[in-house]
């Protein structure tokens, strides 16, 4: 769960609006809605219960997907969309000042998520999951765009560094939820976050060196 799904948003979104500006934020937030919550709403919320040895039946599992606020304000914003349905401009100017707040909130919801402990017996996998997720995967995301499809451009290269973000805040709260390795999901979160900024450094000056 903490190595599978990447933080596209508490951390996604203060870091590449600093370096692609506001422009940027449309990208995130397709990599983020529709794809990294609706994963999770989905996929993650049956993996989590599939392992954590609940024996929960379908119509059970859907509920619970259904119900996950996130996939809720998506599902709202699809039928917004497909039915053309305009919200008021009054209504859109307070959408966008609360929008505004979403950056400083962010940051302040990851570090009050942030936890110290020591790994002990998590040494190990707590290597390879942020292995996987800082370094691996974004290497293989970048050998795909870069070097075999040969893709460039600000959408594709937000789209990377989205890959390489650290593990996802939410998806740590779903496993803990289910009682699924509590202690490692923390650790993956307390140090994963603050590692990436370095990894996100070095894969931001390899993009660039490569272009």
């Known amino acids: 769960m903490c190595a599978g799904?990447?933080?596209?948003?508490?951390?996604?979104?203060?870091?590449?609006?600093?370096?692609?500006?506001?422009?940027g934020l449309k990208t995130v937030m397709l990599a983020d809605q529709p794809g990294s919550f609706v994963a999770l709403s989905t996929v993650g919320i049956a993996v989590a219960n599939f392992y954590s040895g609940g024996k929960s039946s379908v119509y059970e599992i859907l509920n619970k997907i259904i119900r996950f606020p996130p996939f809720i304000a998506f599902s709202l914003a699809v039928i917004l969309n497909v039915f053309s349905i305009e919200i008021p401009h009054d209504l859109d100017d307070v959408f966008v000042k609360l929008g505004a707040t979403t950056v400083p909130l962010a940051l302040v919801s990851v570090g009050s998520q942030l936890k110290w402990q020591k790994p002990d017996r998590d040494t190990k996998p707590l290597f390879w999951g942020l292995l996987f997720?800082?370094?691996?995967?974004?290497?293989?995301?970048f050998i795909l765009y870069f070097i075999v499809l040969k893709q460039s451009g600000e959408t594709v290269e937000i789209s990377f560094l989205e890959s390489a973000m650290a593990p996802?805040?939410?998806?740590s709260i779903i496993a803990v939820s289910h009682k699924l390795e509590?202690?490692?999901?923390?650790?993956?979160?307390?140090?994963?976050?603050?590692?990436?900024?370095f990894t996100l450094a070095f894969w931001y000056l390899v993009m660039r060196l490569w272009f």
């Open 5 to 23: 799904f990447g933080n596209t948003s508490f951390v996604g979104i203060p870091v590449i609006q600093a370096v692609f500006g506001e422009s």
């Open 182 to 197: 509590p202690k490692l999901c923390n650790l993956m979160i307390g140090i994963g976050i603050p590692l990436s900024l």
């Open 168 to 171: 996802m805040i939410t998806a």
């Open 133 to 141: 997720k800082l370094i691996l995967f974004p290497a293989f995301i």
